[in-house]
């Protein structure tokens, strides 16, 4: 259910920017805990490419609600990566007088997420594949947009990237036994570039572009430098319309997707149109109030981000996460965006089912209602759309419902094989926050 209309409330800024503060850490350890990697689960060398078993879920999702992009498929722990990638596919697609649909690389932002990590000189053998939403805006402040054909051509039409596994295999390497393994190798910066450009097979047309735009050594950054993007795929934050809606009035406006971003400050995001996260907090008053600022978020189309914590055994035929498993799991952080809700209890109305637009404004209305209870969300997933192994409720969409989300979980150390593990484990709810635009 989910529809146009209803004014909503205000926000607050990405939690995980705020993890870095010891406060939030401690509360973010107490009730979900939440690792900055992705579950990945098994997306491996089985990928199912867009094309090989018919459409992707653009093309035949039933809900219609949230303006969203095809669903993709990732290979690495960057669900992060993705999900901001969907919000700002959706912001962008709203924005078009024809609906058009921009495929953004997450393997343009990931070559940056790396380079940002290896070009401090730190002693890591190791690429750290995770992050946060507040990362990835980052990264699209700095280094811009391409679309996926433009960064790596071959793969402008598929649903998974198989060059990102790669890429991370061979810089990996190159970190713990090649070009970059001393600290000194990775503060120079043009040979990071260059390690970069081997890893990712990147095109002579795209390194020059790369180095057109940010210099060999990326001596420039669009956050810090007046820098032209002519004769060249690169695009600004700013260069990219999005539907965003007035703080104030809650009314449709266009804005740019840097307008979204906004700009970095302390534990918080600044800008009039800058999108912020809200915890999930303790209390059932505060969480009922949390979620109703998601839900008007909804009713206006908004692509809402959440944060929440994966247990693969809660996982049902049916492509629902329904309650806490009775043993855990293959467990991981995970980032998704928010496509519709099914609420219960809904005064004069009752149920109001996810998969049907609601455009009666007096039910959107009563939805907000204290009294009534969400059963589940139902969210656009970076695990593909049709494969085998996976059950959906819609083509790479799944049901996450509250007696899920609220938990406790059993959170365990994984084994070494990634099978799932019992030991060391307390309890941790699964939610972990959502990020919702301003004026929510």
Same mark, same amino acid.
């Given at each position: &259910? ?34 900055? $990697? ?5 997306? /491996? ?5 867009? $094309? ?10 039933? %809900? ?29 697609? +709203? ?11 997450? +393997? ?18 190791? %690429? ?31 649903? &998974? ?53 940010? /210099?060999?050594?990326?001596?420039? *950054? ?17 260069? %990219? ?13 266009? $804005?740019? =997707?840097?307008?979204?971003?906004? *700009?970095? /400050? ?97 039910? =959107? ?36 419902? &509250? ?35 301003? /004026?929510?």
């Amino acid at each position: &259910m989910a529809g146009a209309l209803v004014p909503p409330p205000e926000i607050l800024a990405m939690a995980f920017a705020l993890a870095r503060s010891s406060l939030l850490a401690a509360l973010l350890a107490a009730s979900a805990v939440f690792a900055g $990697g992705c579950t990945v689960e098994d997306a /491996g060398d089985d990928a199912t490419r867009e $094309g090989d078993e018919g459409e992707t879920a653009a093309n035949v999702e039933e %809900i219609v609600d949230v303006n969203h992009s095809a669903v993709k498929r990732q290979s690495i722990g960057n669900c992060w990566l993705y999900a901001t990638a969907s919000w700002a596919e959706s912001l962008a697609k +709203s924005a078009s007088p024809t609906n058009a649909e921009l495929n953004m690389s997450e +393997s343009y932002w990931t070559y940056w997420h790396w380079f940002d990590q290896i070009a401090n000189g730190s002693p890591r053998t190791e %690429i750290q594949t995770g992050g946060w939403f507040s990362t990835a805006v980052e990264i699209m402040a700095r280094y811009g947009v391409m679309n996926e054909g433009s960064f790596i051509r071959s793969e402008a039409a598929d649903e &998974m990237s198989l060059r990102q596994k790669s890429a991370l295999a061979k810089m990996n390497e190159s970190l713990k036994n090649g070009a970059l393994k001393t600290p000194e190798a990775r503060r120079d910066r043009a040979l990071v570039r260059r390690e970069l450009d081997k890893a990712w097979e990147l095109e002579p047309n795209v390194v020059t572009q790369l180095t057109r735009v940010f /210099g060999s050594s990326v001596q420039r *950054t669009f956050d810090r430098s007046t820098v032209s993007t002519r004769f060249t795929s690169i695009k600004r934050a700013s260069d %990219i319309k999005a539907s965003l809606r007035d703080p104030q009035t809650k009314q449709p406006i266009t $804005g740019t =997707l840097q307008d979204a971003i906004g *700009t970095a /400050g302390g534990y918080s995001r600044s800008g009039r149109l800058a999108w912020r996260s809200a915890r999930y907090p303790w209390t059932t008053a505060e969480r009922r109030a949390v979620l109703g600022r998601v839900q008007r978020a909804l009713h206006d189309r908004q692509p809402v981000v959440i944060t929440w914590y994966v247990d693969f055994n809660a996982l049902d035929p049916q492509g629902r996460f329904l309650a806490p498993p009775a043993t855990p799991g293959v467990q991981g952080g995970h980032m998704t965006v928010l496509e519709d809700y099914q609420i219960d209890g809904v005064p004069g109305f009752g149920t109001l089912p996810a998969g049907t637009v609601e455009s009666r404004p007096e039910a =959107l209305t009563a939805a907000l209602d204290p009294a009534a209870k969400i059963a589940f969300f139902r969210v656009k997933n970076s695990w593909g759309s049709y494969r085998p192994d996976r059950q959906f409720v819609l083509p790479g969409y799944h049901d996450l419902y &509250m007696t899920y989300l609220d938990g406790p979980v059993k959170h365990c150390t994984q084994n070494a094989t990634n099978t799932g593990s019992t030991d060391d484990c307390y309890d941790a709810t699964p939610l972990g926050d959502f990020v919702l635009p301003a /004026g929510y």
